[in-house]
């Protein structure tokens, strides 16, 4: 690890920026997992959002750190807020639901992924991630992205094109209106109709 | 010579196979004429074969060999035949008589809904049969053994409907089997040590042989044998296979196939010779069957089955020849037999044919007074059969009587039983002539009787019947031991009797005697019995019985073979098929289903679940790469 | 570089997989399942930029932006589910959406 105080009041004015975003994305992260209420999750998902465009500045990388803010907060989250919005209100107990092993599972399983990174990163690759040296100043910028894009992964640029395409394809698709008398739903599911429609009511 | 037999081969096969193929667009005429043709050319093939044969000094015989059938290892074997004067003279046989009863079929099953197949049968029978006698080594000898067996299941259970029938066939084609599996194992001890079973090498491989191993290969020659010739013990299959249409019965169970088993004690002498015990095992299982035989005769009610039990006994007296070494008595015997003993199935033919299918002689009585030329033919047969000079039986019989004196105690004993069985030969006979023909014909003669636009019978049943009374009466004359003997000579490059049985001038004249007298003694028993009723026949329950059940051999048959048989076939089915074997798949299916329903479990449809063990395993795996790494 | 070096970076990120992880196993409704899952993306895009300053290496901002893009398709796809599930008047809960079972 490197020396937390390093005499430089730059380095102190980007630390304590780095903590404060870091503080952010961990609560606002925590806040869309425990909400009961879908809209204030998304809400918190914005939140979470910016303060990872602030990490990507801090780490050169402002393209990516723009792209975050126009596709994901922009884009990504609009939608979430739109389709929440149409769904309408839920009453939800977030940790409720599904047999206690399940919960308790799930806590369990996800703290061993916590850990594991946390000891694969720290006593494994300890070493190589001590000193970090300077970039050119085109680090990060558009013009340096674009042609790495156009260059270097031009593949990767292609099949993410066509990743975009089969998407809007498919959600359009998805979203369009279901015909007139289409088969019959199985009984479970007809019996799941029934109840959310009472739930609407509620 | 060569042409003639492969001519002789083909063409009743080329018969069989174009009936077959022509099936139902032909008339059922033309099928029996296509038939009958078929044989007349193989009679031709036959004659044409004999006579090059003749003109050629030594009279040794060809094999020749089309292409080599089979071959495995350092074991071949050619598709051969052989011309020497033994396969010819059965050449000549078989086809000859053959001729003459596929054209007494046409006229016998004419109106039969299924003549086609009828004659594609008896072509195929024909073919066997000469493949069998025509073979240039051992493998196409047994291939028309079992040719010869499959053609007699065939026709003895044509009349499929009948349940008897199709018994019968079984019975015969297992106990052929039987035979057939006894050869082949004595095959087998052949190609063992010389890898060939062409007939040169077989026979001089036995000389090399180890005497058990010798015995065997007789032995088991000798099992095939007596299937097929019905001899003791395995003669319960003839009597039953007078199921079948009686051409059938005087083609394959007088004339042709029961002799195979004769032609081919002639045919591989030396093996048996080098066996001397066997052989005469072969001469005492005919002695004994000849006398057995004679004695079931007495009391049959069927016209066919006196006829057949008839035939095993003469069938006796060919082995009882060839058994003691004097093959060309037996050979010639067996020519005379086809003759006469055809002649007498044709004629009970003729008259069952009139009867509309009656076989009971109780209910033929006075049919004589009705259907001459039946009666006079028939009395040509029995007085050929019973061996009374100058009809050809007598010729052939009493050589075999006299050869088998110079053999030691039991050639004795083997001249008596010839001789008494003359005698029971000589009874059997006229009762079945007294009680039939003379007299008064019967109520239900007079009722059934239905004559052929006036005459007996059509053409082609009367004549073939008439040459065979002609033959059955001239057909002796080429050869009395004492004096001239064209067929030993013919057949000595072949079959060379033995010294032991040759016997002397004086012995032929005293056996010739003495037998003629049992013959006519016999026939005078009967004629008091049966014609003028002055002597009546001794009333022994017991003796009656024991003749009437055929000695019991069905029984004991049964009870050795079939019971225990059929008692594990079905405790087999019972406790092990239904118990254990048909449970075990509805049971393997039911576990699959179980363990896929336990297995299905996993699948709760829970996006939750699945997402988890997602988690989980991924979780694992990177403690698992954390420690290794 | 100025301020924390990577190894925090790449703490803060697996920190946000955790959580979105945790998300994901929790939640029954489908909508903040979606999000829970925008969240682990995310913790990977740090990790991803991070090292990519860390190494000088652009390929790893060029795997981000892949990874928001599909992130984006993906989320476009997922919610025109829910909207074709709320049409249907079914209940929009991963417990009873459970057709898909043996």
Redo the contacts between chains.
Sequence with gaps: ??PVLAA?A??VL??I??VVA?FA??GT??A??SFSN?FY??LS?IG??GS?AV??L????E??AA??VL??AG??VV??LF??A??GP?R?V??A??PAW??I???V??????V???????L???GS??H????GGS??TPG??GR??LA??LL?FE??SI??L???V??V???S??KRGGPD??P??AE??R???T?VAV | MTGGAWLCLASPLAGAVLITLLGTSVPRRVAAWLSTASVAVAFAGALWAFFSLRSQSGHHGEITTAWTWLQAGNFSAGMQLLVDPLSTMMMLIVSGVGMLIVLYSIGYMDGDDEERRYFAYMSLFVFSMLMLVEGGNLLLLLVGWGLVGLSSYLLIGFWHERPSAVAAAKKAFIMNAFGDATMALAFFILIAHSHSLAFGTSFTTVTHLSPTAANLVALGLLGGAAAKSAQIPLHTWLPDAMEGPTPVSALIHAATMVTAGVYLIARTHPIFEHARTIELIAAGAGALTLLVAGLIALVQTDIKRVIAYSTMSQIGYMFMGAGVGAYASGMFHLMTHAFFKALLFMAAGVLIHALGGEQDIRQMRGIGRLMPLTKWCFLVGALALVGIPPFSGFFSKDSIIASTLNIGWYGKVFWASGVVGALLTGIYTFRLWFIVFPGEPSPFVREHLHKHHGKEGPWTMLVPVGILAVLATVGGWIQWAPRWHYVTTWLEPAARTLAAAEPTNTQEYVTSAVTVAAGLIGIAIAWAVYSEETLRVPAVPALRNLLEHKFYADELYDALFYRPASGLANWLTRDLEEQVILPTGPDLGQTALDAGGAASRVQTGLLRTYVFFLATGAAIVGLVFLLVK | MLGPGTSWYLALAGFLFGTGALGVLIRRNPLIVLLSLEIMLNGGNLALVALSRHWRNGAGQIFALSVMAVAASEVCVGLGLVVAIHRRRLALDVDRLSELRG
């Design positions: 690890m490197t430089s730059g380095n980007v630390w920026v780095w870091a994305c961990v992260g925590i869309v997992v879908a999750s998304a998902l979470n959002l990872l990490m990507y801090l780490a050169t990388a393209f990516v792209a975050q596709v994901y884009a990504v939608m979430f389709v929440i149409y769904v839920r939800e977030p940790w639901g599904g399940q919960t599972g799930a806590a399983a996800a703290g061993a992924l916590l594991e990174i946390i000891v694969a990163v720290g494994k690759a300890g991630l001590s970090t040296d300077h970039v680090f990060g340096w992205i790495l894009f270097d992964h990767a099949i993410t990743v975009l089969v998407a809007a498919g959600g698709i998805l979203g209106h279901t739903l199985p479970r599911l799941t109709q109840e959310a429609e739930e």
